[in-house]
């Protein structure tokens, strides 16, 4: 069992430019998450969804979009990149509920220059 | 909105010391709480969560945490540290919205222990 898979492991992306981070799990959890870990700031959610074909905007969610067409696949998608956006990029799954453990990824490192 | 914070950025211990990592929250409802670590290029994993019951939780690796909610505190604490505990640690408190659960998190605190 694998959990959660992001790709890439690292980026290097000129500003302006379109990517996608792409998150699977196989854990059949309801809910997944995208969080960006900054330095000091701790982990902030970017956008959220509770079930496949729904999504919700989190604390940070401007320049970044997202879509769940299935239960597995949660990708994150910069349409323009910007250099604020550079930062490592983590995914997460869990049961939907609260006081349930979420599942984190290996994270994406990404750099915008 | 809830909100956590950890106090220290930065703790050093020595070996075979107290570990004490300081958590506070806020919350207009009974909290559920974490601890999660992270080590080195790796992504987070749970120590151990509060969500109802006894007060003093057991997690991984010889931590506990007391959820003491006169205090609005979560301090997470080990009596002895390994060489294998410096890492980064994050408290989060739970915020259940149309369904979801969102994790607010501290900016966590990085422990070094000294051997």
């Known amino acids: 069992i694998a959990g959660i898979t992001q790709a890439p492991t690292s980026q290097i992306l000129a500003a302006g430019r379109r990517m996608t981070l792409r998150c699977t799990q196989d854990m059949r959890h309801n809910a997944m998450y995208w969080y960006r870990q900054d330095l000091g700031l701790g982990l902030r959610l970017i956008h959220y969804?509770?079930?496949?074909?729904?999504?919700g905007k989190g604390e940070v969610p401007d320049g970044y979009s997202v879509s769940r067409a299935n239960t597995d696949d949660f990708p994150l998608t910069l349409a323009s990149a910007v250099p604020s956006q550079t930062s490592v990029y983590f995914c997460?799954?869990?049961?939907?509920?609260?006081?349930?453990?979420?599942?984190f990824g290996p994270g994406t490192r990404l750099t915008v220059l | 909105a809830q909100s956590v914070t950890q106090l220290g950025s930065h703790v050093s211990v020595s070996e075979g010391a107290l570990v004490l990592l300081r958590c506070n929250y806020s919350s207009s409802v009974p909290p559920y709480l974490f601890w999660y670590v992270q080590y080195p290029n790796q992504g987070l994993q749970l120590l151990l969560k509060?969500?109802?019951?006894?007060?003093l939780v057991k997690g991984i690796n010889g931590f506990e945490a007391e959820f003491k909610k006169s205090e609005t505190s979560f301090h997470l604490t080990k009596p002895s540290a390994h060489m294998s505990d410096a890492a980064e640690y994050f408290c989060a408190v739970s915020e259940v919205r149309r369904g979801a659960q969102k994790l607010v998190f501290g900016q966590g605190t990085r422990l070094t222990i000294n051997p």
């Open positions: 969804s509770n079930t496949a074909g729904t999504t």
């Open positions: 997460a799954s869990s049961q939907q509920g609260g006081g349930n453990e979420q599942f």
């Open positions: 509060y969500t109802t019951g006894a007060t």
